[in-house]
């Protein structure tokens, strides 16, 4: 345990003993007189809790950062989760790293020996996110650098530790200059096509179709037909890409969508999610919304129909209630059968808001019906339209964005109860238990039990105060270093109950989701809806 978190977490345990001694102390001598051993007793008990009194607001004031541990964690050295639980040192450290990500802002005229060690620095992985970020700002004065540096072989050759998210020196020097280069990426990436390593051939992929020129269409299309599903994938995020930044020639826009139409009934291999629909509505919705609303890409025997019925309902293209009726109907039977559930509850969820979008009040019966559905995601489809019939749009967005502009404690009991419960779903989901309270989530345990008891979700209280009672008192606490002393010594004995905490709450397939749904229908006035 650090000094500062030891003195912290021993002033919690005994500030109230002492506190309480010194009133009494106070009492006791404000009524006697003369030197006696109880009134010098009662003069050292006051003289302590003032020095506690001190300490504590210098704490939490942060006057004693230097007694911060540098010591690795219980992970065997900085970088896990474990470390940013336990190590003050570690998690002030990953601070300081995004506050100076966010501060990072290039000199007006910069030269080109200060480019050429930003350009280098994307050798190194530890400057690399840095270097990157700063590069893209400066735009085109950087082409010059980043063009050479493609011919420097070190820019391909460096790979990073496997596990690693960080971008490639080439990967980021292509991405780089994508829009500043387009003939340079084009004569980079083009013979990266026939890489027997997939990864590079997912990078080739990505960055030819981010440049958006009709002469890559060609390439492209045999990228399509990859024995990887992935290299298809990052053709079409490529696409999009292009596509967002306006870098889509009209001949490309037109020559990929007709490569990415067919592929849209297809079964990618590899596992990899085909989402050509998506794509092919962001290339030209007007055609899209002929060519999907098809039986061929929308029928019965197209498992990726639920991918073309949400391309457009996202996109606001409205489908024809005779063709998605059918789909739904036979979506909700298969649905409830655990045998072949997948993919007919994605198609369930995706049909259902097509539907309402084209018969508003009358798809009622519809959203009634999947809220009592057997399975979890229709039913939290039908709360999610349910919502929209209320002119609740999107009550969590409403709220997460309520929160940005006047911060939790400015949100009404109502939104508040959303937006908490939100926020303990997304942490417990995504990270567990743990990583709830050591995010900015934890400041509000309190609060959020309070919010997942308004909700009525059971499962969801069970794992909170369950959580809550293993941690003990510091659980309770709005600072995070406080809650994080409780882990200190402890990271081991408590990961083990939390985690089945959270496997717990996974397996109840809680509707805690639906529940926050219905809830911001019931009052669509506190999420933005038109009809209160």
Known sequence: MSRIQHTRWRLFQWHPLFSG????????NSTTKGVTLYRGLGLVFVGIWFVMCVIDWATRHRLLDWMYSDEAGPDGGPGGFGDF???PGYRKAVEEKFARYEAIRPPENPSREYIEKLVADLLEE??????????????????????????DPRYSQVKWPSGSTDATPLESVLELLAPLDAGAVMGTAGPLVGSEDEQVRKTAALHLATVGREETVPTLGRLMGDANGYVRSYVCIGVERAVSAGRATEGFRRAMYDVLLPQCDQRWPSGALNDAASTVVALDRARAAVDLATERYMGEGNNYAYQAIRACTRAGIALPPELIRPIYDRALVLASQPQTEYPAYCVAEESLPALVAALGEGARPMVEAALAHSNADVREAGARELARLAGVTDAVNFVSERASAVGVDGLTDAQRTVYLAF???AEVCNGGLMQFF???????AVETLAALRELGNAEAEAALAGAMKLIGPLARETERDMRMAAFDGRYKDLKGPLNELDSRYYGAKSDLRQQWLRYAADRPGEFGGTRV
């Open 423 to 425: 926020v303990f779903d």
């Open 85 to 87: 639980m336990t190590n």
């Open 126 to 151: 530890e400057e690399s996110w840095f270097a990157r970020k700063e590069l893209g700002m400066i735009g085109a004065a950087a082409a010059p650098v980043l063009t050479e540096a493609l011919k």
């Open 21 to 28: 001694v010194a009133l009494a102390s106070f009492i006791f």
């Open 438 to 444: 050591g995010n900015s989530g934890g400041a509000y």
